[in-house]
């Protein structure tokens, strides 16, 4: 079965600094979702990869798919304390487009 | 207001005892899910459907019940509660390929 590995798993940073999040699957990756979950609430949609190489940007935050690699990576910049929160990719399944994996996610702690 | 709404948010309830977690969604998504998310194991699929009267097991789906008789209504039963479920669930639905959609959580614990 196809596992997701986030790295890294809590992340502590400045006000104000750059961050990389990644997303690496034990199989092919068909397509990736990026949610990012406040404590105690649920998931919000971020972005969604379809194709090698795509890349898309919202805000501050920038996603990029390498098909090659099996992994993707989500870019903060500038963080701020609004991005605090628990990032999770989830990967399209195989055999059913609309079934997702998903990471165990990573903790994001922006300190002002 | 449009969404997908959870009931309770919280529950505490005792070991053996059924327990119904509830899931309504406004948008008509023909597609449905429930979620448990653990500590160290991130979102894992409970149970699926793709429509009205259409259910399948997801991941973990051992000690849960579903039914779909209204495309809006996505109820999750545990039949008689363990420990082992005290968790944090989610329901979620979509349209197809397109993004998820998820609601508030239910937090569960089983005493």
């Known amino acids: 079965s196809q596992e997701l590995e986030q790295s890294p798993q809590s992340l502590i940073v400045q006000e104000g600094k750059n961050l990389t999040i990644n997303c690496t699957s034990s199989?092919?990756?068909?397509?990736l979702y990026w949610y990012k979950q406040k404590y105690g609430e649920g998931l919000i949609f971020l972005m969604m990869?379809?194709?090698?190489?795509e890349e898309k940007s919202h805000e501050k935050i920038t996603a990029k798919l390498d098909e090659k690699k099996q992994q993707s990576s989500l870019h903060i910049t500038a963080s701020q304390p609004s991005h605090a929160g628990i990032y999770l990719c989830?990967?399209?399944?195989?055999?059913?487009?609309?079934?997702?994996?998903f990471g165990s996610g990573t903790r994001l702690l922006v300190r002002p | 207001d449009a969404g997908i709404t959870q009931s309770p948010r919280y529950k505490i309830t005792e070991t053996g005892r059924q327990v119904t977690l509830m899931c309504h969604q406004t948008?008509?998504?023909?597609?449905m899910f429930w979620y448990r998310q653990d500590l160290g194991h991130g979102l894992r699929l409970i149970y699926y459907?793709?429509?009205?009267?259409?259910?399948d097991k997801g991941e973990v789906p051992d000690g849960y019940v579903v039914s779909r008789s209204k495309t809006e209504n996505f109820p999750l039963t545990l039949e008689s509660a363990t420990r082992s479920q005290t968790s944090v669930y989610f329901c979620?639905?979509?349209?197809?390929?397109?993004?998820?959609?998820f609601g508030d959580g239910t937090r569960l614990s089983i005493l």
């Open positions: 979620a639905s979509s349209v197809g390929d397109w993004p998820q959609h």
């Open positions: 199989k092919t990756l068909y397509g």
């Open positions: 990869l379809q194709k090698g190489g």
């Open positions: 989830g990967a399209v399944q195989m055999d059913s487009s609309y079934k997702l994996i």
């Open positions: 948008w008509s998504h023909s597609y």
């Open positions: 459907s793709a429509a009205a009267d259409i259910t």
